[in-house]
C-alpha cells in the first residue's frame, strides 16, 4: 500500500516552532481516523488558496487537526482538502486525525 506523504521540503507551523510534515505523517500513520466537523476549521480558510492543489485533493486521505489552548482547532495537513470538502463537494464532515500534545512531543 502507498503511503501519502507530502515531500522532504513540505512543512508546517505551530506554537511558533516549524514541523516536517512527513514527520507528522509518520507519526500519526496509526492514529484513529474521526468524522470531524468542518466547520471547526473553515474560520481559516482565505481566498488566496491554491486551486489546482485543491482541486487535486483527495478528500479521502484524512486531514491532521489539533485544539489550541483556546479551544479554536486548526488544520495541520490538509488546508486543501478542507477547502474542497466544504466548498465543492458540500460536505460537513471529514476523515481526521486528532493530533494531541502526546503526539507532538514525538514530533
Not at 512543512?11 to 474521526?34: C, E, Q
Request: overall charge neutral; hydrophobic content about 40%.
Amino acid at each position: 500500500m502507498e503511503v501519502y506523504s507530502e515531500g522532504p521540503d513540505s512543512t508546517f507551523t505551530h506554537m511558533g516552532k516549524t514541523y516536517s510534515v512527513d514527520r507528522l505523517l509518520a507519526v500519526t500513520r496509526n492514529a484513529p481516523i474521526v468524522d470531524f466537523p468542518l466547520d471547526r476549521v473553515t474560520w481559516m480558510i482565505d481566498d488566496d488558496y491554491d486551486v489546482k492543489r485543491m482541486r487535486n485533493a483527495d478528500t479521502s486521505v484524512a486531514i491532521c487537526v489539533t485544539q489550541l489552548p483556546t479551544g479554536e482547532w486548526v488544520t495541520l495537513d490538509g488546508y486543501h482538502r478542507v477547502i474542497k470538502a466544504f466548498y465543492v463537494e458540500k460536505r460537513k464532515t471529514i476523515p481526521a486525525k486528532i493530533v494531541t500534545e502526546q503526539l507532538f512531543k514525538q514530533l
